[in-house]
């Protein structure tokens, strides 16, 4: 019996993280199409019914493209790199809650807090590994970007957990039954997506990728499969953290339909805020995390602590 629920958790995943690659292809799609309404052009029209089929087509491209290997760069490590990115960002996946058999996580937050921080490794290691300055600047830039976010990321989340008590991500589903938290801690839910934002690297906070002043950051030197791993495992955690966003404070009802559709939405909030948008000033980003956020965070965290323990003084 043991051995069949291995084979159908093993299975699932597989199905799983099949689907989220399959999303990511059309997540792409979604933004060339509504960043080309946005500037009052079509979007990727002409392959297959109104360009369905364009993303394979763009992964086909991507694959067969020349691979080239920086003469003086860290080979093994070259390579691995953007393995190991995409294999973090589709590793996230797991802890999404399913219904059904599969890993029933009941510390999934703690799961995604660990994996999520392992992912700068792999972008440090994919900036110093090419051997290039342009590389390195990239990837420090974005090192130092993530881990300011990740420390008010956690400090919004243990907000959460502290109204929930549980590490649960389905408890967040029955915790708002009657209310979403969004209404409860409005201001929190608004910070927590900015710093989705710059936790995903994504405008106004795409200083990795910043094309006007540096070289495209970190994967400059990357050409062929290395940058579509790339390219696959940022849009796999826009995905992820678009689902996230919805269990955490949209509701997110697994068993409805309107769980697609807000995990859709928060999607195209993610395009929304790229075309519209220009980039943020680096020392402002910084300043932002550790002089707005981090405080904000800190306050609504002693704040809702001492709701929570009157709450259990008064039961008690």
């Known amino acids: 019996m043991l051995l069949k629920d291995m084979i159908l958790i093993i299975f699932s995943s597989i199905v799983l993280l099949i689907f989220v690659l399959v999303g990511v292809a059309f997540l792409t799609l979604m933004e060339r199409k509504v960043l080309g309404y946005i500037q009052i052009r079509k979007g990727p029209n002409k392959l297959g019914f109104i360009g369905l089929v364009q993303p394979f087509s763009d992964a086909i491209k991507l694959f067969s493209k020349e691979q080239t290997s920086p003469y003086m760069s860290n080979f093994n490590l070259y390579y691995f790199s953007p393995?190991?990115?995409?294999?973090?960002?589709?590793?996230?996946?797991?802890?999404?809650?399913f219904v059904?058999?599969?890993?029933?996580?009941?510390?999934?937050?703690?799961?995604?807090?660990?994996?999520?921080?392992l992912s700068v490794y792999s972008v440090m290691l994919a900036g110093w590994s090419s051997n290039s300055n342009y590389s390195l600047l990239g990837s420090l830039r974005s090192v130092a970007q993530v881990i300011s976010y990740e420390v008010s990321l956690s400090?919004?989340?243990?907000?959460?957990?502290?109204?929930?008590?549980?590490?649960?991500?389905?408890?967040?589903?029955?915790?708002?039954?009657?209310?979403?938290?969004?209404?409860?801690?409005?201001?929190?839910?608004?910070?927590?997506?900015v710093s989705s934002l710059a936790e995903t690297n994504r405008t106004p906070f795409d200083f990795a990728e910043g094309e006007s002043e540096l070289v495209s950051g970190f994967n400059v030197e990357y050409s062929s499969g290395g940058f579509a791993l790339i390219f696959l495992s940022e849009y796999a955690s826009i995905l992820f953290m678009s689902?996230?966003?919805?269990?955490?404070?949209?509701?997110?009802?697994?068993?409805s339909w309107m769980f697609f559709l807000k995990v859709t939405f928060m999607g195209f909030l993610w395009i929304w805020v790229r075309g519209t948008l220009p980039r943020f000033r680096y020392d402002k980003l910084m300043y932002l995390a550790w002089k707005s956020y981090l405080p904000v965070s800190l306050s609504f965290l002693v704040f809702f602590f001492s709701v929570k323990l009157l709450i259990f003084v008064y039961l008690i």
């Open 83 to 97: 393995v190991a990115n995409l294999f973090l960002s589709l590793f996230l996946w797991l802890c999404m809650p």
């Open 100 to 117: 059904t058999v599969n890993f029933s996580f009941s510390l999934g937050f703690l799961f995604f807090l660990s994996i999520s921080s």
């Open 155 to 193: 400090l919004i989340l243990l907000s959460f957990l502290f109204l929930v008590l549980s590490f649960n991500i389905l408890d967040f589903m029955k915790f708002q039954e009657n209310i979403w938290f969004i209404f409860l801690m409005m201001p929190l839910c608004l910070i927590w997506i």
């Open 243 to 255: 689902m996230i966003c919805s269990m955490l404070f949209l509701g997110g009802d697994l068993v």
